[in-house]
């Protein structure tokens, strides 16, 4: 078993929403690496959406590098910030970011309550993902959270998109698996309103480690700073072996969005 508490990267984070303290807290307990993943917010323009992509870059990522958390982003149009009008140049400007090896995947987007303007505005966000082959981090909402992720794989299925460039994020015990099995890699979000540190563990037990990525969520309500930190101990006593408590804590993320070991 580990000797010392494995490194972690957080797979989706909203550092906008906290402190330098809390950021400092993560570092402490083990967040080397992090992807900062674009947020909804109300009543979204296009010009307000790209100023988010533009705080998230020019901001976001320096500010948790000073902190000691090497950062990347993900960019895209969450299912519950698609503007009334311009969603066009907003994608049309989203290739521009995706320079420099720092903005490494497209999210998160996905569906939220559904219907046909969520589907359309992520039918056409896997579409530039295709183009671009691009890495896409997956929105699944809490409140039926099951038949929403069916829609997402049937609508993941008709995009073209390798399902090895999808993480649908926000799985749970009872949707994990169908991601799992049709290809795409599966986020756990070790939220309070999402999924337990302890029943995070039952599930890599269950399943073992390949394409699972940890994830907190953090500074999306009242999320837990330390989840990671938490499920990474639990992890570590679980009598799992120490290459699979690095895959799940660390590697995993690391080779979905391909910025090394």
Same mark, same amino acid.
């Given at each position: ?6 490194? #972690? ?59 000691? #958390? ?11 910030? #698609? ?79 390798l399902p090895s460039r999808a993480l649908v994020d926000h799985a749970n015990a009872r949707t994990v698996r169908t991601i799992l099995e049709v ?31 940890? /994830? ?16 990474? /101990? ?17 590697? /995993? ?9």
């Amino acid at each position: 078993m580990p000797t010392t508490p494995p490194p #972690i990267f957080d797979a989706h984070l909203h550092p906008e929403s906290l402190s330098d303290q809390d950021l400092e807290s993560m570092r402490f307990f083990g967040v080397e690496r992090a992807l900062v993943v674009a947020h909804h917010f109300p009543e979204p323009t296009s010009k307000a959406l790209l100023r988010h992509f533009d705080d998230l870059v020019e901001r976001q990522l320096p500010r948790l590098e000073r902190l000691g #958390i090497r950062a990347y982003a993900a960019l895209g149009v969450h299912p519950r910030c #698609i503007p009334r009008r311009g969603l066009s140049e907003v994608l049309s400007a989203l290739p521009g970011y995706f320079q420099g090896g720092r903005v490494v995947a497209l999210g998160e987007t996905g569906l939220h309550t559904g219907g046909e303007e969520e589907e359309e505005a992520f039918l056409e966000q896997l579409a530039l993902a295709r183009s671009l082959k691009l890495r896409v981090v997956v929105h699944t909402p809490t409140t039926d959270k099951e038949r929403h992720t069916r829609r997402i794989l049937t609508l993941l299925r008709q995009s073209g998109l390798l399902p090895s460039r999808a993480l649908v994020d926000h799985a749970n015990a009872r949707t994990v698996r169908t991601i799992l099995e049709v290809g795409h890699w599966a986020g756990l979000t070790l939220h309070p309103e999402a999924l337990k540190a302890e029943r995070a563990v039952v599930l890599v037990r269950r399943l073992g480690s390949e394409r699972l990525v940890l /994830n907190s969520d953090a500074g999306d309500g009242a999320g837990d700073i330390l989840g990671l930190a938490r499920a990474a /101990n639990l992890l570590a006593k679980a009598s799992l072996s120490e290459r699979i408590v690095r895959r799940i804590t660390h590697e /995993n993320a690391a080779r979905f969005f391909q910025v090394g070991g």
